[in-house]
């Protein structure tokens, strides 16, 4: 029994002897991984970047504008009249001088015939008081008859000759009318749907007409601008270099153009002055009634540019973490102007640096970062 006892107090004592050994050597191992973390610093954050380039950029000017047609027609009648006939479709692509629309015309053509009657019965009664014109000369000259009579023959005569005059009148009227009854298309482009059909009464008095025709090649842009812009512009189009685009929102297709006119004056209360482009627009691409973003081009300068995620704002200004020897450092920069992914730097770069674009959350100056895409470089005996 005491045996026993002696025993399993050696096992006790020998257990807590091999955990007190574990305890310290973990503590051991713990310590040493601190310090090699600590002489190694602190872990390098995965950043990406892009080279900043030196190029030709462009000096734009954005605006919001709108798509219009040079020429826009309201197709009426003329003439009060019945429909017999509609000789286009409903959105069609007509040119100038296509059939459009057919009137009744049979009243017209009813009237001129009875005015060519007239005429003719006109020229009739003409050679009758003529003759007598020339009977009554003879007979005065014989001193057979009073002078009144050939007077009076000759009066007549002349009111025969008014009476033609008046009749002939009367028919080119009729026919200028009879014409109407034909409506043709006054300008080439593309037909609105048509507002009647056939069988349906048109007078001249409608408020709404039997259809629109807008011209849709070429079309203008037209946008404003703030009036400082105006001497540069100017300039642009001494220079022609003034060439606009329009960019059509969800359409990867861009319209070019030039600048057809700039208003004569500008607006008092708003201080912007209207820029009206024209665009050749053969494929349709813009439609009329469409908002556009307007983008002028000025002129073209050599200049520093980086993506514009890379363009950091702070207190002091904007930076960028220019990154060298897998150190990122603090980049005071100017911004120029801002161009839709690249951001034109006046000022701070000069073009073959690597900037941070991505990461920027964790970064701080002279902080180490890894390229995302890299492989790290691999230590030795690794």
Do not use: C
Not at 32 to 59: D, H, L
Not at 201 to 229: E, G, M
Not at 322 to 330: Q, T
């Amino acid at each position: 029994m005491i045996r026993r006892r002696a025993l399993w107090v050696v096992v006790g004592v020998l257990a807590l002897a091999g955990s007190a050994f574990a305890v310290q050597r973990l503590g051991a191992e713990k310590s040493a991984s601190q310090t090699a973390r600590a002489a190694a610093g602190p872990r390098a954050v995965a950043v990406e970047t892009a080279v900043s380039v030196r190029k030709k950029s462009p000096v734009t000017v954005e605006a919001l504008g709108s798509v219009t047609p040079l020429a826009s027609v309201a197709v009426r009648t003329r003439i009060d009249s019945e429909i017999v006939g509609i000789h286009f479709e409903d959105g069609a692509v007509v040119k100038k001088g296509d059939l459009l629309v057919t009137l009744d015309s049979r009243a017209l053509e009813a009237q001129i015939r009875q005015a060519e009657a007239q005429l003719a019965r006109d020229k009739a009664q003409l050679e009758g008081a003529e003759r007598d014109l020339r009977r009554y000369t003879e007979l005065v000259a014989r001193a057979a008859t009073p002078q009144t009579n050939l007077d009076n023959a000759k009066t007549q005569a002349d009111v025969y000759r008014a009476a033609i005059l008046a009749s002939q009148a009367t028919i080119d009227h009729l026919k200028v009318q009879l014409g109407f009854t034909t409506i043709r298309a006054p300008i080439s482009g593309r037909t609105s749907q048509a507002n009647v059909k056939i069988g349906n009464q048109v007078r001249t008095a409608d408020l709404t007409p039997i259809a629109t025709i807008n011209q849709t090649a070429p079309v203008y842009v037209s946008f404003t601008v703030p009036q400082r812009l105006l001497p540069q512009i100017r300039s642009a189009l001494t220079n022609e270099d003034a060439v606009v685009e329009a960019v059509i929102p969800g359409e990867t297709r861009r319209a070019r153009g030039q600048i057809a006119m700039i208003e004569n004056a500008v607006d008092a209360a708003t201080g912007m002055a209207t820029i009206r482009a024209t665009m050749p627009n053969a494929d349709e691409l813009l439609w009329p009634g469409t908002l556009v973003t307007a983008r002028l081009t000025l002129r073209v300068e050599d200049a520093v540019t980086v993506p514009s995620t890379a363009v950091q704002v702070s207190q002091q200004g904007s930076f960028v973490y220019v990154v060298k020897d897998g150190v990122a450092k603090v980049q005071p920069v100017t911004v120029l102007r801002a161009s839709g992914p690249e951001t034109v730097v006046e000022t701070g770069l000069s073009g073959g640096e690597a900037v941070v674009t991505a990461g920027h959350l964790q970064l701080t100056d002279g902080a180490r970062v890894t390229v995302r895409g890299e492989q790290p470089p691999r230590k030795a005996g690794a």
